[in-house]
């Protein structure tokens, strides 16, 4: 019953989080984005102190249920591996294997090092949730949004426009080979070993670990009823029990109740490390216990199966709504003409979301997960392709601009990297400036009149002037005044210049409000 319980859990966990990776339409975020929260790193991060005393009395109450539930890494590695316990003969197919000690507690020194040190690509690296992170955004968005496409394609000819056509593009080369690495790593170590990456290289895993030698309900053997037949010991993904000698490494069980599963006899049992002790028994009764202990709770784990189809359906349909909803707010919008594909341009200073306050604050705190990036509308967040800000999200504007009513990678972000604002904060708040090229600007070079920077400018930053006062017929040229402008690109995304324009945008160091 316990090990449903924890399947279902998990599995609704993943599923959530994984949609909101894929999620284009904003919408599930409002309700479930809380469950980014939940991540053990971005806790840490954003200095989130609810959460960190949360996850660490939950692991001291119970053990590691994070890593069995709440860690999308970790739920991953447990379908990888149940899919290799189905191959014929394999279902018993581990046995106990000493700690790593060296591997875990000298990753976990790294780590620490790497985040007293802000050398963010480690912290990146390691984080078992930003790493899943990559993995959906990189691997899984690219699929999810095809199929998307290919439903709104049928909708269309049924006149429906309960689906709604968005761009498949691959944001950063740099992050598809991380998140292929990763996953075949991963997946690798899962398939042949269960919870080898958690209990080896992940520093959460060692961290919460730690703990749950103290934790109060734990794994235990009835040495009354074992009959050592080390049906556990087979069972076990995280390699920690010993049947010959009866002990448990609990710095590495996961919680994951497959050995209470496995038991025939009843022998383990998951109670409080101050209960009662049993006491050995002699050889010859040890044995003769038999399956005869067993017993069996066919309808709550029933009503478990039927609580889990139910969550499913009800996610099916929120997904469902959420596309409906956008789709029809889509419709109502006629939105801007289709441009042409530019060249980025090269940028002295990078552009950061609004809300990451500053490069340096964004650099300190991002995990690189790629939240933000999957739910930017409006297609100007991308991985950074520099060692420094590696996987980190910056902004470009060759596919569109940033829209000041829109503050939605603000509202996703769980690591503190971009903390929320508000439309009317964001309407002052200067993230960049923008910096006219004269050889790249129509006027001078088709000598023809054009005004869509002055036109679409939401601040008013930029007049158009005489390029040569005193004729009547002089063409005008832009002149930007940097006390107003705030960084949003409009100007830049929208310069009909090729293949560069004529108005980039430069990054502020630190944002500030005009």
Not at 141 to 168: C, I, K, Q
Not at 183 to 188: F, N, R, T, W, Y
Not at 211 to 234: G, H, P, Q, V, Y
Request: proline share 5%; aromatic share 8%; charged share 20%.
């Amino acid at each position: 019953m316990l090990k449903k319980i924890r399947v279902v859990t998990a599995t609704v966990f993943l599923l959530l989080i994984t949609l909101l990776f894929l999620d284009f339409t904003g919408i599930l975020h409002q309700w479930f984005g809380w469950l980014a929260k939940l991540q053990f790193i971005p806790a840490f991060l954003a200095v989130n102190i609810g959460v960190m005393v949360g996850l660490l009395f939950l692991t001291l109450l119970f053990g590691r249920v994070y890593c069995s539930v709440i860690c999308p890494l970790g739920v991953f590695q447990d379908g990888i591996s149940h899919l290799s316990a189905r191959r014929k003969g394999k279902k018993n197919r581990f046995r106990h294997s000493p700690a790593v000690s060296w591997l875990r507690y000298g990753m976990l020194v790294v780590f620490i090092i790497a985040l007293i040190a802000k050398v963010s690509i480690l912290v990146s690296l390691l984080d078992p949730y930003a790493a899943y992170g990559r993995i959906t955004s990189g691997l899984l968005s690219p699929l999810y949004r095809l199929g998307n496409n290919l439903l709104a394609w049928l909708a269309e000819r049924a006149d429906s426009y309960a689906f709604y056509t968005t761009e498949v593009w691959i944001k950063s080369y740099i992050v598809l080979a991380v998140a292929l690495i990763t996953l075949i790593a991963v997946a690798i170590l899962a398939w042949r070993g269960g919870r080898t990456y958690c209990n080896t290289l992940c520093p959460v895993g060692t961290m919460l670990g730690f703990l749950s030698r103290f934790a109060i309900f734990r794994m235990a053997f009835d040495r009354n009823k074992c009959t050592r037949c080390k049906a556990c010991e087979r069972t076990c993904k995280a390699s920690c029990i010993n049947a010959a000698n009866l002990t448990i490494d609990h710095s590495r069980c996961v919680t994951c109740f497959n050995c209470i599963n496995r038991c025939k006899t009843g022998a383990m049992k998951y109670t409080s490390r101050f209960g009662k002790r049993s006491v050995n028994l002699p050889a010859d009764k040890e044995s003769a216990h038999t399956s005869d202990n067993i017993q069996t709770t066919d309808h709550p784990v029933q009503e478990g199966v039927q609580k889990g189809r139910r969550n499913a359906l009800t996610l099916l349909a929120t997904v469902a709504v959420a596309h409906t909803l956008k789709a029809q707010q889509i419709h109502v919008d006629g939105g801007l003409a289709a441009i042409e594909k530019k060249k980025i341009p090269k940028r002295n200073h990078p552009i950061v979301p609004p809300g990451a306050v500053s490069v340096r604050n964004l650099t300190a705190h991002c995990t690189a997960c790629q939240l933000c990036v999957s739910a930017c509308p409006n297609g100007v967040l991308r991985p950074s392709s520099e060692l420094s800000t590696l996987m980190q999200p910056e902004i470009s504007y060759e596919r569109g601009y940033c829209r000041p009513e829109c503050t939605e990678c603000s509202q996703v972000c769980p690591a503190g990297a971009i903390i929320p604002i508000t439309p009317a904060d964001k309407a002052g708040l200067s993230i960049g400036t923008a910096v006219w090229i004269k050889e790249n600007c129509r006027v001078n070079r088709d000598e023809v009149q054009c005004t869509n920077c002055e036109y679409h400018c939401p601040t008013r930053a930029i007049t158009l002037v005489d390029r040569n006062p005193g004729y009547s017929d002089s063409l005008r040229t832009p002149v930007i005044n940097k006390e107003l402008c705030i960084g949003c690109g409009a100007c830049e995304n929208l310069c009909p210049a090729r293949p560069f324009s004529a108005i980039y945008v430069e990054g502020n160091a630190r944002h500030h409000l005009i």
